[in-house]
Each structure stands twice: as C-alpha cells, then as structure tokens.
C-alpha cells in the first residue's frame, strides 16, 4: 500500500507562497491520477489541484487559477503544489490525494475523490496578517 506524507505548510501573509510536497512510500505514484484537496475551517474538503498520469492533463478549482501549479518528480516519487499569491481564503488542510478521477466534460476538466481514493495525514497552511 502507497503511503503519502504532505509536508512545506505554514503560517504565511497574504500575497506570500508556500510550496507543499508530497512524498510517496511502498509503492509508486507514477500510475495513479494524482491532486490537492483542501479543507477550509468548518468545511467540506475541496479539490484545488489535480494531474493525470502522463501529466497531459490539468485541473485547477476557478479559485486558484494562475495562482497554484501542480507538478510531479516520478524520480523521487513526490508531488509539489507551488502557491503563490496566497490568500486568506486559500486557509486549510491541504491533502494529497492519490488515485482520483480526473476527467474532461465538453472539454473541461474535472476532479472527484473516488472510493479507493488514499490520502495522506495533511498539512495546515494558513494566509493570515
């Protein structure tokens, strides 16, 4: 079983960046459609940022649109999330996600948990002055 561990969260001002990385364990991310779910205080989780598998294919929530950039590095096993700009809305628990449903619908992109969707322990990031 593919274990995730998220990590580079903080407290940051509003306008700062911050850059989350997720190393994977026992096993390879290299097969698995991969994202960033994030859960604002009191909320549901949301997806911000996913990627395909030959990393073709993107996803980004209206919200962090040319603010965050999903990437992979398959030789070393670890997804980055780099945010700039952040935003006191952008606070939460950031998750990465392994094994979601990323697909397209008249074109546009779309990114959903599924059943088998894993996820690692989280990592806090909060955008406060």
């Known amino acids: 079983q593919v274990q995730l561990v998220e990590s580079g969260g903080g407290l940051v001002q509003p306008g700062g960046s911050l850059r989350l990385s997720c190393a994977a364990s026992g096993g390879t991310l290299d097969y698995y459609a991969i994202g960033w779910f994030r859960q604002p205080p009191g909320k549901e989780r949301e997806g911000a940022s996913c990627l395909s598998t030959s990393d073709d294919l993107t996803y980004y929530a209206d919200s962090v649109k040319g603010r965050f950039t999903i990437s992979r590095d398959n030789a070393k096993n670890t997804v980055y999330l780099q945010m700039n700009n952040l935003k006191p809305e952008d606070t939460g628990v950031y998750y990465c996600?392994?094994?979601?449903?990323?697909?397209?619908?008249?074109?546009?992109?779309?990114?959903?948990?599924?059943?088998?969707?894993?996820w690692g322990q989280g990592t806090q990031v909060t955008v406060s002055s």
């Open positions: 996600e392994a094994d979601v449903d990323l697909y397209t619908d008249y074109g546009e992109p779309h990114c959903i948990l599924l059943r088998d969707s894993f």
